[in-house]
C-alpha cells in the first residue's frame, strides 16, 4: 500500500536523532515501561492516584489514559506526574465527541452517528479541530479516536452512535475528515476497534464478540475505513478484542492477541506504520483469557505497541524482560514498537514538553466557537426522511392551526419554544388517545417531538408501546397532517410499522437544545435540510435516504459569532441598556439584532412598570407609536403604488377630493411620505374635545360604548362618531408651512382615509390579513386588548391631561386613539421579533417565508432619498441616515439603511450593506410622557454604534 509513515515529523533527521539518544539512554527496565499506558480517573481516591505515581517513578510507564474527573484536577495530575516521570508520558484519552465523554466541565459535540448524516466533510474536520484543540490544552497527546467502526447491526449495545453509520464510503470519509482536525490542533489520533467492532450484538467489555463475516465481506466493508484513514494520516490503531474466525483459526482467540491480524493483516499486508494500541485489557473478552503478565505479553508478540490499561504492570513488565531475557522478544522487535512510541512523543512536541497551563483553563474549553461548530454541524445532519406534499417548510402560515404532542421521556421545551418564534403552536398534552383525539380535533398539523435523552450515547431511543400506539392513531387523523421528529438515533423509527399515515419524518439525531432549535428551523424553513441517513432506519428509509430542502428566508436564531460579530463586543449593548435603566430613561426594554438573516441578540430587561412585580419578556407587547408608519401604512401604499392604485406624484386633491379647494390641495404623495410636503408636525385634536377644567367633555365622550360612541380611547371612555369628519375638516383647514423639512404625522391621517375608501376596510384588517397573517406574527396588532391579556401589554403613561388613567393597550396617541385606536401614524403593537421580521422582509426586497410580498423594485424606489439636495434626508415613508453630524443613527450606517424611531421610545433599522436588522422598544413615556431622557442622552443611537462595533467580518 506504501503508506507515509505517519509518525515521521517534517524535521525527520532531528526526530531520528531524537529518538535514537533516548533509545539508547535507557535501560531494559526503561524501554519495556514504555509500552505500557495505566489507566486513572482524576476524581479516583489519593491512593490510586499514589499507585500510578509510584508505576511512573519505579517502573518508567511509557502513557496514562485519563478516565472520569474534571478539567482542573486533571491538568494538576497531568502535571504532578509529568514532574515524576524521567521520560514525559503520553497522555491518553477517550474523546469520541470531545473531551465530555470522559470529563465533567467540558463540551460535548455530536456523536459519531449525527456527523454520519452531514455531507459536507469540512464541518466535520472543524468538529475534529475543536477536539483535538480541547485535548491539546489539556495535555493530551493522543486521543482514541475516530471511532472506524461500520454499525451494520442495529442491535449492538456499545458501538451505536460512536459509529458514523454503516455505509463504509461514508465512515471512511467522516474518520478522515475527523482524522485532519485532529492532527491539525496538533493532537495524534487512533482509529478504532480493529478489525471493526460494529456487526455484533456483545458488548466486549462484558464477553468476546464473535464477527461471522467472511473475507470478502471483511475487505469491502469492515476493513475499508481502516485502509482509507491509514492513507491519510492516521496515527495509531486499536485493536479490538474479537473473535474473527475468518481471520485468527483458533476457536475464541482474541484479535488483539492474534499475530495473524495485528501484525500480519496490519502492519505486513495493509503496511501499517503509525503505533499499534490494544484496547483495553482488563476488559473480560480479553483478561479472562490467560493470567496476569501472560495477556500482556501475548499481546505484544501479537504485534502491538502499547499495551493499554493492563492489570498487573509488575507481572506484566516480568514477563515482558523474562522472554526478552530468554530471546522470545528479540532487540529488534522490542526497539521496533520503543522506538514508534518515542517517535510518536516526539510528533507530540514531548521533546519540548510544559505543563498544563491552569489559568483560564475552564473557559478555554468552555469557549463560544464550541457552539459555532456544534450548530453547524446540527444544521448539517438534520434528515428529511419523508415529506409528503412538500409539508415542509412550512409556508401559508395564514390557513395553519398548529400543535405539538411530546413524546419520549426528556425536555421537548427549546423545540416547542423555537416552533412558537414562527407561529403560535399549542403543546397539547391528554392521558390516552382519546383525549389526544378530541383535542386535536381542532388542528390542521400536528407535530410531534420525539425526546429521548442526550446524556450520552447509550442511552435508551425506544418509543414505548403506548407512543407507537398513539402515533399511529394520530397520523391516522383526516383532519391534520402529521410530522413526526425525532430527537434519538434513527434506528427508533425501526419499531414504527408504517409510515403510509404520517406526511413528514425529520430526524434530529439528539435531544441538546440546538438540535431541537435548529429541527424547528427546517421545519419552518429558516435553514434548508442537506442530511442522508448514516444508517438504515426502516424498510421505507435505506441508508442515505434524505430529502433536501431549501430555506425560504424566515428568520433563524443564532450566536453572534455564527454571523460575523463578538458576543464579547456586544456585551456593551447589556452595559448601555442598564445604564439608561438605571438613568431611569425607561422602566424596561426589549433590544434585538439579527445579521444575516439570524437573530443573534435578544434580550429583555427592566419591568413594565417601576413598580411591577413581573419582568419584561420577549412576550411583552409595546406601543410601537410611529414605527406604526413603516410597518403598517407604508407596506400597504406600497403595494398599491404596485397596482397602480396610488402614485407618487398624486396629489392630495385626487385622493381626498373634499381637499380640491384647500392649500393641501396640491401636496403629493411624495413629498408628504418625504416629511417635504410643508403639513404642520402634528394637530392636537383632543384639546377640542375636553372642557374648561380639561377634562373629557360629555359632548364628546360616553363612559359606555354605543353607536353615537363608537371609538373607544381607553378604560370607559368612547368618542362620539360624529368627531371622524371633524378630524379630516380640521385637516383641510391647515395652512402649509414654510419649505423645509419639516417632521409630520398629517399626511398619514389622509393616507389612511384613502386607503380605507379604496378598500371599503380598516388598515387594520387590511394588513393583518396583506402581511401579518401570512407572515405568521403572533404579537403585532392594532388595539391588542381584543386579542391579548392587559398584564402582556406594557403601559406608556400615567395619563393626567386627557384620558386620567394608566394607558395600557389603548394607544399612546392621542389622534390614533380618537379614530378608535387604528390611526395611519400611530396604534400599532408588537414585540421585537415581530418588528424584526418585518424589517427583514423589507431587507429581503419584500421577500420572507417563502412568500414575495412586494417587488425588490417597490423596496429600492421607497428606500430613497429624493429630496437630499433640499437638505432632506428622509426616504419614501422610511427615515435614512443623516447627512449633517447627527440625526437618527449612530452615524456607522450605511447610506443605504433605513428605519424609524416612535414617541414612546421605540425604534428600528435595517442595513443592507451589513445585513443588519436592530430593535430598541422601551415605553420611555410612563410615567410621564415629558421624560425625555432617552431622547436627550442618544442612547438608541450609542446602542447601534456598539452593535456595528461587535462586527468583526
Avoid at 160 to 169: A, T, V
Avoid at 380 to 390: E, M
Wanted: glycine letters at 8%.
Amino acid at each position: 500500500m506504501g503508506q507515509n509513515h505517519p509518525l515521521v515529523t517534517k524535521d525527520s533527521l532531528v526526530q531520528a536523532n531524537w529518538v535514537k539518544g533516548q533509545y539508547n539512554r535507557m535501560t531494559l527496565e526503561e524501554r519495556i515501561g514504555q509500552l505500557f499506558m495505566v489507566s486513572i480517573a482524576s476524581n479516583q481516591d489519593q491512593a490510586s492516584k499514589d499507585r500510578v505515581k509510584k508505576l511512573i517513578e519505579d517502573e518508567g510507564i511509557g502513557g496514562v489514559i485519563f478516565l472520569a474527573g474534571g478539567p482542573v484536577q486533571q491538568a494538576k495530575l497531568t502535571n504532578e506526574y509529568q514532574a515524576a516521570s524521567k521520560m514525559p508520558l503520553l497522555i491518553g484519552s477517550d474523546a469520541e465527541w470531545g473531551m465530555a465523554m470522559r470529563l465533567d466541565s467540558t463540551y460535548a459535540f455530536p456523536w459519531n452517528m449525527t456527523l454520519g448524516a452531514i455531507q459536507d466533510n469540512a464541518i466535520v474536520e472543524k468538529v475534529g479541530y475543536q477536539i483535538g484543540k480541547h485535548a491539546k490544552r489539556l495535555g493530551v497527546h493522543i486521543n482514541f479516536a475516530p471511532d472506524l467502526d461500520v454499525n451494520n447491526n442495529p442491535q449492538n449495545p456499545i458501538i451505536g452512535n460512536r459509529s458514523f453509520g454503516e455505509d463504509p464510503i461514508n465512515v471512511a470519509e467522516k474518520g478522515i475528515a475527523l482524522v485532519k482536525g485532529m492532527e491539525k490542533a496538533g493532537v495524534l489520533s487512533c482509529g478504532k476497534h480493529f478489525p471493526g467492532h460494529g456487526d455484533t450484538a456483545t458488548d466486549s467489555h462484558k464477553a468476546l464478540p464473535i464477527i461471522n463475516s467472511t473475507l470478502e465481506q471483511l475487505d469491502s466493508i469492515e476493513l475499508y475505513p481502516f485502509k482509507r484513514t491509514m492513507e491519510n494520516g492516521l496515527s495509531s490503531i486499536m485493536i479490538a478484542h474479537l473473535d474473527v474466525p475468518s481471520l485468527e483459526s483458533r476457536e475464541g482467540y482474541p484479535s488483539s492477541l492474534s499475530n495473524a491480524i495485528v501484525y500480519q493483516l496490519l502492519q505486513d499486508e495493509m503496511d501499517f506504520k503509525g503505533l499499534v494500541f490494544t484496547d483495553a485489557l482488563n476488559m473480560k473478552a480479553v483478561s479472562e483469557f490467560a493470567p496476569d503478565g501472560e495477556v500482556e505479553l501475548q499481546a505484544f508478540l501479537a504485534g502491538n505497541d502499547m499495551l493499554l490499561m493492563p492489570i498487573n504492570v509488575l507481572s506484566a513488565k516480568k514477563k515482558l524482560i523474562e522472554a526478552y531475557n530468554t530471546g522470545v522478544i528479540s532487540e529488534e522487535r522490542l526497539a521496533h514498537s520503543v522506538k514508534k512510541v518515542l517517535m510518536a512523543k516526539y510528533k507530540a512536541g514531548l521533546f519540548d514538553y510544559r505543563p498544563v497551563e491552569l489559568k483560564n483553563l475552564y473557559e478555554d474549553l468552555n469557549d463560544i466557537e464550541n457552539d459555532v461548530v456544534y450548530e453547524e454541524a446540527i444544521e448539517g445532519a438534520i434528515t428529511v426522511a419523508k415529506n409528503n406534499f412538500s409539508l415542509m417548510p412550512i409556508k401559508k402560515l395564514d390557513n395553519k392551526k398548529i400543535a405539538y404532542v411530546q413524546f419520549g421521556d426528556d425536555s421537548g421545551s427549546k423545540f416547542h419554544e423555537t416552533l412558537n418564534q414562527y407561529f403560535k403552536v399549542t403543546k397539547i398534552e391528554a392521558r390516552d388517545i382519546a383525549g389526544y383525539k378530541k383535542e386535536l380535533a381542532n388542528y390542521n398539523l400536528v407535530i410531534i417531538g420525539f425526546h429521548k435523552s442526550n446524556e450520552s450515547p447509550w442511552k435508551g431511543y425506544k418509543f414505548s408501546k403506548n407512543e407507537l400506539f398513539w402515533l399511529e392513531e394520530i397520523s391516522r387523523l383526516r383532519t391534520s397532517n402529521t410530522i413526526l421528529t425525532v430527537f434519538a438515533k434513527p434506528y427508533a423509527l425501526l419499531d414504527i410499522l408504517n409510515f403510509d399515515t404520517m406526511d413528514g419524518v425529520v430526524i434530529g439525531y439528539q435531544n441538546s437544545e440546538i438540535a431541537q432549535e435548529k429541527a424547528a428551523e427546517v421545519i419552518f424553513g429558516a435553514i434548508g435540510a442537506t442530511g442522508k441517513l448514516p444508517v438504515s432506519a426502516h424498510g421505507e428509509f435505506p441508508v442515505n435516504t434524505g430529502v433536501n430542502l431549501k430555506p425560504i428566508q424566515r428568520l433563524g436564531y443564532s450566536i453572534p459569532e455564527r454571523v460575523g460579530m463578538s458576543s464579547s463586543q456586544l456585551a456593551m449593548v447589556d452595559t448601555l441598556v442598564q445604564n439608561g435603566l438605571d438613568s431611569l430613561m425607561y422602566p424596561g426594554a426589549q433590544v434585538l439584532v439579527a445579521r444575516k438573516g439570524k437573530v443573534i441578540y435578544h434580550k429583555s430587561f427592566g419591568k413594565p412598570t417601576y413598580n411591577s412585580q413581573e419582568q419584561v419578556t420577549a412576550e411583552s407587547i409595546y406601543d410601537l407609536a410611529s414605527l406604526t408608519k413603516i410597518l403598517s401604512t407604508l407596506p400597504l401604499i406600497m403595494k398599491m403604488e404596485e397596482e397602480g392604485k396610488i402614485a407618487l406624484n398624486d396629489t392630495f386633491k385626487e385622493l381626498v377630493p373634499e381637499y380640491e379647494s384647500t392649500e393641501l390641495k396640491d401636496v403629493t404623495v411624495l413629498k408628504a411620505l418625504s416629511h417635504y410636503g410643508r403639513l404642520p408636525a402634528w394637530i392636537a385634536f383632543y384639546l377640542d374635545t375636553l372642557t374648561k377644567d380639561r377634562r373629557p367633555s360629555p359632548d364628546f365622550y360616553s363612559r359606555n360604548p354605543s353607536q353615537d360612541f363608537p371609538y373607544q380611547v381607553a378604560d370607559h371612555l368612547y368618542l362620539t362618531n360624529a368627531y371622524k369628519d371633524s378630524i379630516y375638516n380640521r385637516i383641510g383647514r391647515q395652512s402649509l408651512k414654510s419649505n423645509r423639512y419639516r417632521y409630520s404625522d398629517v399626511g398619514y391621517y389622509v393616507f389612511k382615509k384613502y386607503i380605507e375608501d379604496i378598500y371599503g376596510k380598516s388598515i387594520d384588517n387590511l394588513i393583518n390579513e396583506f402581511l401579518y397573517k401570512p407572515m405568521g406574527l403572533q404579537y403585532t396588532a392594532f388595539n391588542p386588548l381584543q386579542k391579548y391579556p392587559k398584564e402582556k401589554i406594557v403601559p406608556t403613561e400615567e395619563d393626567d391631561y386627557y384620558r386620567y388613567q394608566t394607558i395600557q393597550g389603548y394607544v399612546h396617541d392621542m389622534g390614533a386613539a380618537m379614530q378608535g385606536g387604528v390611526g395611519g401614524h400611530a396604534g400599532l403593537f408588537s414585540n421585537a421579533n415581530d418588528v424584526a421580521k418585518i424589517m427583514q422582509m423589507y431587507l429581503q426586497g419584500g421577500y420572507y417565508g417563502g412568500e414575495r410580498f412586494l417587488n425588490e423594485r417597490t423596496v429600492k424606489k421607497f428606500n430613497t432619498c429624493y429630496f437630499c439636495n433640499k437638505n432632506v434626508r428622509r426616504g419614501v415613508g422610511f427615515d435614512k441616515p443623516q447627512l449633517e453630524e447627527s440625526g437618527p443613527t449612530c452615524g456607522c450606517v450605511s447610506p443605504k439603511s433605513f428605519g424609524h424611531s416612535g414617541f414612546t421610545g421605540t425604534y428600528t433599522w435595517a442595513d443592507p450593506d451589513a445585513e443588519l436588522v436592530y430593535v430598541f422598544l422601551s415605553n420611555r413615556t410612563y410615567p410621564s410622557a415629558t421624560n425625555t431622557l432617552l431622547i436627550r442622552s442618544g442612547l438608541r443611537t450609542r446602542i447601534q454604534q456598539a452593535i456595528y462595533d461587535s462586527i468583526i467580518n
